[in-house]
Structure formats: C-alpha cells, structure tokens
C-alpha cells in the first residue's frame, strides 16, 4: 500500500463517473490507486473526505449540469473545510485551469491521462494546493490488474488502444485524449490472463476505434490478431469491444472474428448521419454505401448478430431532406439498439464555426422523431426474442427486487428472471417470455455453469 502523510485516519472518497466506456475502465484504474491508499469507498457524500466527478465532454449540456452539480458542493465544503472535491477526465482536460478558477470549490483537476498522478495530487492538494495535472500523452506503463477494483469481479473493461487521430469535425475526444497509442500485444495478453487468472469471466476491449490497435506498433489486422489469442485464454468465456470505426472495419477482420466462439455477436457500429454530403462535413471517411456495404458483409459473416449504433441529428446545414437518409437507413439496417443525439457544438472544433447552425427547436424535433422510428424498431426485434432460449451472465439483482435477476445474452440484451443472488457471476439459461424495446424477461430453465 502507498502511505500518503496526511493518511491519519480513515478515509472515505465517493466516485460519480459519466459518460463513455472509456471512462468506466478509468474508474476501475482510479478505484484501486485509492483503496490502495487506504481510502474506503461511500456512496455518502457527507462522510466523504474526497468527492470525485470523472467527467465527459463530448455535450455542452452535460458540462452545464456538472458545473451545477459541483457547485451544490459548496455547503458541504463550508462545513467541511477538509473535504477535497476533483473533477477528471475529458471535461478537465478540455477546461483544465478553467474549473479552477470558475469553480473555487475544487481542490485538484486532472486529465485522463494523469491517473497514475493521484497520490502526488491528493498528497500536495492535502496542503492546501490548488493543482492541475495535464500530460496529454496516455500511456500504459505501470498498470497492472493489481491497480483496478472491478465493479463487478466477474467482468472487466480493458483499455486496449488509448487516443483518436480521426479529428471528426465534431469530436472534441482527440483534443482531450490525444493520439493513438496502442498497448503492446505480450502487456495485453499478459494483463488478460491475469484477469481471468482472478475469475474474470468476460471482457470488454476499449478503444476510440479498436479497428486500428496495433497500427502504431507495425501490425497488420492488429486487432483481429489480438481477438484470436485472447481466444486461447483459459477462462474467459465472452470477449465484447467497443469501438468500430466503419472506415477501418475490413472484411477480412469480420472473417476471421467470426471464426471465434469467445467475441460474442454485438457489434457497435457508429454511423452518424445517412447522408453522403453530411458524411463529409463530419469527416468520417466513408459513405452511406460503404457503410451498407459493410453491414452487409457483417451479416454474411455473423447471420445471429445484434447491431447497434451512434447517430447525430440537427449537423450544420442539415436539411429535411438529408435528415430523411438518416432515418431511412435506419428503417433499412434495422438496429437493435441506438445512441441518438442532437448536434451539440464543442468549442475549438471544425464543425462549431460552420455555418448554417440549427436552431435547437429544429434538432430536438429531428431527435424526438428520429428516436421514435428506433423505439418502435427495438421493441419489434424485442419481440422476435420470445419464445427463445439464451445463455445469460448474471450481473446483479433486479432494482425493482432482490427476487429478480438482471443479466445479459451474448448479443448484450438485458435480461430480467426470478433468482436467488448465489447465481450472480454465473452463466444460466433463460427462456424469454415477454420483451419490451430492448430489455428481455424470462423464466431460468437450467444452470449453465461458470
């Protein structure tokens, strides 16, 4: 255990995390540098000698709600003086000494990049120090499965690839997370039996895109490769990823991926808009036909697969018309679920000083009708569910009670069924007797082991 001088008794942090995947694995890492240091986790923000927000800032509206959110600290902070309050991640990146200065309450602010500097940060902040740390560069020296707490023990998120070189004229994550860095294919592997040594039974591989893994390292395909030994490794049974890019998508990957009996059939593939000309102005490096052209290919390969996507409504200059393409393919592709948002500008990217700037009335018109279409979608292939029978992971008792169980299928379909909580960690055969959009419910007909 790291000893920090000011460490005199016991202390307690409360983690709030928001937004990607990305961050939910950075909260694995930040979890296990603070127990190491002795810190005990709450949920209590009143017992908390450390409040931490690992932030997302990929919408304007979320940061508007943090900053809110971190400012309704300031009694808490009165009354406890103590009490240091963080905030990490890309929205600490992106506004860096800026929290500082607008939020006088926060004590330290670090970037995503930065994880492995909280010690140094909690020990210098402790003597009444303002701090920012901001390297830029992520890197993976120094991380180990003895530095992570899994939320769940049985599941684990693996940061595979770090960074983004797309520049999408929308995205602020290159600016914030830096280039592409891939963690060598010997550290992964080892890093994976590790995990499954403890009784990691799935995992999911993280990357802005995970298509290019290993491209900085001289591998071609790197990340179909990558797939093929983590095949080879006893005891982990599901291996999920996330995210694709379409443009580096080939074929020959979807073939040989498929050939896998551990990558479980749910496929994330980011389309964004329907539209060629909106296509462009994003930056994304492909076309509506290229990107059909590869769900097809997808479908060929993987008939049982489940797809889900991103899209953005309201882009700049977006017409009725163009818009309709958007909806259109997703009448077409027939995702099973989808991440659908309104064009939100982020400040220092392409796309904030285009003109032609939708009004918000016309982009969350768009969205309210776009998610409409997938509503009714999600809930007609829900449906074709029923009546089949699906191995299902157990994740954790239901919120509505503790009688139920909550798990997911290998395509990654929420499941709901009577249990008992001994079966948590555990792979069970469900048969599902009803659905509604995208969550399933079922009755367990028999244990399928560990």
């Not at 296990?32 to 923000?45: F, R």
């Not at 909690?122 to 890197?139: D, H, I, P, R, W």
């Not at 593939?269 to 052209?293: C, K, S, V, W």
């Not at 818009?323 to 990217?349: C, H, W």
Request: one cysteine or more.
């Amino acid at each position: 255990m790291i000893e920090l001088q000011f460490m005199d008794k016991n202390k307690y942090f409360t983690l709030h995390t928001f937004g990607c995947q990305m961050n939910q694995a950075d909260a694995q890492r930040m979890r296990g540098i603070l127990i190491s240091l002795g810190y005990q986790e709450t949920e209590n923000e009143e017992e908390s000698d450390l409040i931490l927000f690992n932030t997302c800032s990929v919408r304007q509206h979320a940061e508007e709600r943090l900053y809110g959110r971190i400012r309704s600290l300031n009694p808490l902070k009165q009354k406890n003086p103590d009490l240091i309050i963080g905030v990490s991640g890309c929205m600490a990146q992106n506004h860096k000494a800026e929290l500082l200065k607008e939020l006088p309450m926060v004590d330290m602010v670090f970037g995503p990049n930065d994880i492995n500097q909280l010690p140094k940060l909690l020990e210098e902040t402790a003597n009444k120090k303002a701090l920012g740390s901001f390297a830029g560069k992520g890197t993976f020296e120094g991380e180990t499965t003895d530095g992570i707490v899994l939320t769940r023990p049985f599941s684990a998120m693996v940061n595979i690839i770090r960074g983004c070189t797309n520049f999408c004229s929308y995205c602020i994550v290159p600016y914030v997370r830096g280039p592409e860095i891939s963690r060598p294919i010997e550290d992964l592997l080892a890093y994976i039996k590790d995990l499954a040594s403890k009784g990691v039974k799935e995992i999911m591989l993280l990357g802005q895109n995970v298509n290019v893994y290993g491209k900085d390292l001289g591998m071609k395909e790197g990340f179909a490769t990558l797939l093929e030994e983590i095949e080879k490794i006893d005891g982990i049974k599901w291996v999920r990823f996330l995210t694709s890019h379409p443009r580096d998508f080939t074929e020959n990957a979807i073939q040989r991926i498929s050939a896998l009996t551990k990558v479980c059939e749910q496929y994330h593939l980011p389309f964004q808009a329907g539209n060629n000309r909106i296509l462009e102005l994003m930056r994304r490096g492909y076309t509506r036909e290229h990107y059909i052209d590869l769900i097809h290919k997808v479908r060929k390969y993987i008939p049982n697969v489940s797809l889900s996507t991103d899209i953005i409504c309201g882009f700049p200059s977006e017409t009725e018309e163009e818009f309709e393409d958007t909806i259109n393919l997703v009448k077409e592709i027939r995702y099973e679920s989808a991440y659908m948002y309104y064009y939100s500008p982020r400040p220092g990217t392409k796309a904030a000083s285009m003109k032609e700037q939708l009004s918000d009335e016309v982009k969350k018109g768009r969205l309210a009708r776009l998610i409409e279409v997938q509503n009714q979608i999600s809930n007609e292939e829900s449906q074709k569910q029923v009546g089949k029978t699906f191995e299902v992971l157990v994740e954790s008792p239901t919120s509505r009670s503790d009688k139920r169980l909550l798990g997911k299928t290998r395509t990654g379909r929420p499941v709901d069924f009577e249990g008992n909580s001994s079966l948590i960690g555990s792979f069970v055969k469900v048969k599902i007797d009803s659905a509604r959009n995208w969550t399933l419910s079922g009755k367990m007909i028999s244990e399928s082991g560990n």
